[in-house]
């Protein structure tokens, strides 16, 4: 059985830094494509990174590029989002997702596991 867990939420006051971990156990993220979407209270759930199975090629949403970075690390079986220069926007719990194909992808439903989610919050 797959399972991913979130953690590395919190709550901040906006210009912070966090870094949210994805930790995977069942199987090798080695040949996964994974990826982060949040949704806040009331909205759709959002694309915000993906990564490719070696790390070579990400994709952030414009809404947070140049302030995100996702990264991998195939030894830990865990993925990392980077977030910088926080913002209230940016308030929001954060899933972790994974997909058994190769191509990065925004949208949600090309996503075969998820994470149960860690809550961020940025205060002004």
């Known amino acids: 059985q797959v399972q991913l867990v979130d953690s590395g939420g919190g709550w901040l006051q906006a210009g912070g830094s966090l870094r949210l971990s994805c930790a995977v156990s069942g199987r090798t993220i080695s040949s996964t494509t994974m990826g982060w979407f949040r949704q806040a209270p009331g909205k759709e759930r959002e694309f915000v990174a993906a990564i490719n199975w070696s790390g070579s090629s990400k994709y952030a949403a414009d809404s947070v590029k140049g302030r995100f970075s996702i990264s991998r690390d195939n030894a830990k079986n865990t993925v990392y989002l980077q977030m910088n220069s926080l913002k209230p926007e940016d308030t929001a719990v954060y899933h972790c997702?994974?997909?058994?194909?190769?191509?990065?992808?925004?949208?949600?439903?090309?996503?075969?596991?998820w994470g149960q989610g860690t809550q961020v919050t940025v205060s002004s």
């Open positions: 997702a994974g997909r058994l194909g190769s191509a990065l992808t925004t949208m949600s439903s090309a996503y075969d596991y």
